[in-house]
Structures are given as C-alpha cells and as structure tokens.
C-alpha cells in the first residue's frame, strides 16, 4: 500500500532494524521501545488492523505470533513476554498496518494500561 509505514519499512524505502524475515513476516525493533526487547512483528501482506483482519487472514496472524514465539525464544526471555496487537485509537494504534508487539527483557505488569 502507497502510503503506509510499515508497507515503505518491508519495501526497504524507510530504514528498519531489521530481527527477523520470512516469506509472509517481517520483524524489526520498535523505534522507541517500552522494554528491552520492543519488536514489532508484520505481515508483509497490508492489513489494517486485527478487526478488519479477514477470515483468509487467520494463518498470517498466526505466523506472526510464532514469529515473535521463536524471537522470545532466541532472545532467552522465555521466562516471561507479551505479545500485543493494539485495535484502534483508544487502544493507541497509530499505524494502521497490522503488528504484532514483542515486549520483554523486564517484569510486566498486568493488567496494562
Ligand atoms: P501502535 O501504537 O500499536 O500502532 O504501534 C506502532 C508502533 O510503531 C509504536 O510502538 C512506534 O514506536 C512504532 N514505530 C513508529 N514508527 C516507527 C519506525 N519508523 N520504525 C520502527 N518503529 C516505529
Ligand atoms: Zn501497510
């Protein structure tokens, strides 16, 4: 898509940092990162958000979630992370472009905020 953030991030047109790549993920390092380990795990497909995820999304959402799985893992912080998808404004989504939070490396607190 033209005018998305993360659609000129996967495309390489804007720098990333980038973790992790594979045939439907892209995952790179949150820009102002809330934890140690701050990833931001996208489908390289553009989808607005989870609530205008379609059915035929279900297994980009789930790859997205095992993507961030195996980065936890690699990073050792299995003994505890989150993983967030933010849904819309009140929730604080500000790209609308489907993303999966990693967040670890420190104590979370529940419920947040
Ligand atoms: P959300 O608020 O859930 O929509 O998450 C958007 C996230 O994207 C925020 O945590 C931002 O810090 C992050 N972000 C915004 N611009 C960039 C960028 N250019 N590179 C990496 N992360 C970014
Ligand atoms: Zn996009």
């Given at each position: 898509?033209?005018?998305?953030?993360?659609?000129?991030?996967?495309?390489?047109?804007?720098?990333?940092?980038?973790?992790?790549?594979?045939e439907h993920t892209y995952a790179f390092d949150d820009i102002n990162p809330q934890?140690?380990?701050?990833?931001?795990?996208?489908?390289?497909?553009?989808?607005?958000?989870?609530?205008?995820?379609?059915?035929?999304?279900?297994?980009?959402?789930?790859?997205?979630?095992?993507?961030?799985?195996?980065?936890?893992?690699?990073?050792?912080?299995?003994?505890?992370?989150?993983?967030?998808?933010?849904?819309?404004?009140?929730?604080?989504?500000?790209?609308?472009?489907?993303?999966?939070?990693?967040?670890?490396?420190?104590?979370?607190?529940?419920?947040?905020?």
């Amino acid at each position: 898509m033209n005018d998305c953030l993360f659609c000129k991030i996967i495309d390489g047109k804007i720098p990333s940092k980038k973790v992790y790549e594979d045939e439907h993920t892209y995952a790179f390092d949150d820009i102002n990162p809330q934890a140690p380990t701050h990833v931001l795990v996208v489908p390289k497909k553009h989808v607005r958000g989870l609530k205008e995820a379609a059915a035929e999304d279900a297994q980009l959402i789930g790859y997205c979630q095992l993507a961030a799985a195996n980065i936890a893992r690699q990073r050792n912080i299995e003994d505890g992370y989150r993983t967030v998808l933010n849904v819309g404004p009140r929730a604080g989504q500000s790209v609308f472009h489907l993303h999966v939070h990693l967040l670890g490396g420190r104590n979370l607190q529940w419920p947040p905020g």
